[in-house]
């Protein structure tokens, strides 16, 4: 089955959107599936996942 999507409102500087906007073109994702992918692979990295959900990302491509 897969994972339930929230809708979360974010606030985010014009400086790190844009960055955020290049390297998800650069990894040809959309800039949602690539924020969604960095914040999953700090969790990982830093043991906040629980087993079985570091599962990757589905790629959201537009």
Do not use: F, H, T
């Not at 999507?5 to 650069?26: F, N």
């Amino acid at each position: 089955m897969a994972a339930e999507k929230k809708a979360y409102p974010l606030r985010i500087s014009a400086a790190v959107l844009e960055a955020m906007q290049r390297w998800s073109e650069d990894e040809l994702r959309s800039l949602n599936a690539q924020i969604e992918y960095v914040l999953r692979e700090a969790l990982r990295k830093n043991g906040r996942l629980k087993p079985g959900q570091s599962a990757p990302v589905e790629d959201d491509k537009d």
